[in-house]
């Protein structure tokens, strides 16, 4: 007497196929709906659009290598650039910051301090290396 044997069905043809790719699209939703954003937003203005600024109306701050900031030759903190542009600010809307950055300086306290301009809404924000930092 010989013994009839089940044949199996492939993974193709099996309902396991469909509910892997019913659990991978609801997988793959779930996971869609994180947007995770771990930066800030920095509205740049027009490539062509000019705009003149006059001198007094400019801000001027150095960081340093040790993340120092600097204003007109002495070393501030953050908590007093604060204060000076906010009280800058207060005397002109159009107020300019510009910061210059040494090369060997920690991101953080670059990221800080462009934190502190976008807090206080300032619209005119520059800043750029400043020269002597190694190639």
């Known amino acids: 007497m010989q013994v009839k044997r089940k044949t199996g069905q ?9 509910d892997l790719a019913f659990l991978l699209i609801i997988y793959f939703l779930a996971i869609s709906g994180f947007n995770i954003n771990m ?23 150095e960081l340093d290598r040790a ?5 007109q030759d002495a070393a501030i903190g953050i908590s007093l650039a ?3 542009i906010r009280s800058a600010r207060a005397e ?3 107020v300019a910051v510009v910061l210059g950055i040494d090369p060997q ?4 306290s670059v990221v800080s301090f462009v934190e502190l301009a976008q807090q206080m809404e300032i619209e005119a924000f520059s ?6 930092g190694p190639p």
């Not at 492939?10 to 469909?18: D, L, P, V």
């Not at 993340?67 to 204003?71: D, E, L, R, V, Y």
């Open 105 to 108: 300086a920690q991101w953080q």
């Open 67 to 71: 993340g120092g900031i600097i204003h």
């Open 127 to 132: 800043f750029s290396m400043t020269p002597g």
């Open 10 to 18: 492939g993974f193709s043809e099996s309902a396991a196929a469909s």
């Open 92 to 94: 002109n809307p159009g």
């Open 39 to 61: 930066g800030f937003l920095v509205e740049l203005p027009a490539q062509d659009a000019r705009r003149m600024v006059p001198g007094e109306d400019i801000l001027r701050f």
């Open 82 to 84: 604060e204060s000076l």
